[in-house]
């Protein structure tokens, strides 16, 4: 299974971040859930949040009030929003396969800035 | 500051035995299975060892893990040059409902 991330690599301050994964060489369902996890420049990895096959998410608390994840099994492909972006935000976001990331995608640089 | 606890840096020469702690508590490590994912210079990470010490197809048995209590270790025997880069734990942790954390990682340098 191959995961590749999608979405602009610029988002204004205060707007909405938005990102897909598109997954190939197999269906969503060859996993239970599905992953997303950023890494600001230099920084270590943080956990975003995960969601199931049948649509159950899980959150970090540190993400849970701007953060939605959503599935869709018929593009095979899985979505990240995340609201009221800040500088804090700029990191490279990587989708995976599994809540605790099997695999992962090659990542996508996104940069909050005005 | 990360919840799971890595050195920043580590080091060895070609041949020797490096290794690598990951330190948490009775919420996550003391309690879940870690898993160790190798990140080399620009590249997205892979996943190393899965529950504690299992290496998925394709990692050389050089690299292993151990738990003991709350802290999980990496292994590294016979270091090479292509093993230089970024280390990172990660368990699942009761503490913050349905959650994952991560460690800082640890940053290789083979001299």
């Known amino acids: 299974v191959l995961l590749q991330e999608s979405g602009p690599g610029v988002v204004r301050p205060s707007g909405t971040l938005s990102l897909t994964c598109d997954v190939s060489?197999?269906?969503?369902?060859?996993?239970?859930?599905w992953s997303w996890i950023r890494q600001p420049p230099g920084k270590g990895l943080e956990w975003i949040g995960e969601?199931?096959?049948?649509?159950?998410?899980h959150y970090h608390p540190s993400f849970k009030s701007r953060v939605a994840i959503s599935i869709d099994m018929s593009k095979n492909q899985f979505s990240l929003k995340v609201t009221s972006v800040t500088a804090a935000d700029t990191a490279i976001y990587y989708c995976a396969k599994g809540g605790l990331a099997d695999s992962w995608g090659q990542g996508t640089l996104v940069s909050v800035s005005s | 500051q990360s919840v799971l606890t890595q050195p920043p840096s580590a080091s060895g020469t070609p041949g020797q035995r490096v290794t690598i702690s990951c330190s948490g508590n009775t919420s996550n490590i003391g309690i879940h299975l870690v898993n160790w994912y190798q990140q080399l210079p620009g590249k997205a990470p892979k996943l190393l060892l899965y529950?504690?010490?299992q290496r998925p197809s394709g990692v050389p048995a050089r690299f292993s893990g151990s738990k003991s209590g709350n802290t999980a270790s990496l292994s590294i025997s016979g270091l090479q040059s292509e093993d230089e880069g970024h280390y990172h734990c990660a368990a699942w942790d009761d503490s913050l409902n349905v959650s994952a954390v991560f460690g800082g990682g640890t940053l290789l340098t083979v001299l």
């Open positions: 969601i199931s096959n049948s649509g159950t998410t």
């Open positions: 060489g197999g269906s969503l369902t060859t996993a239970d859930w």
């Open positions: 529950r504690d010490d």
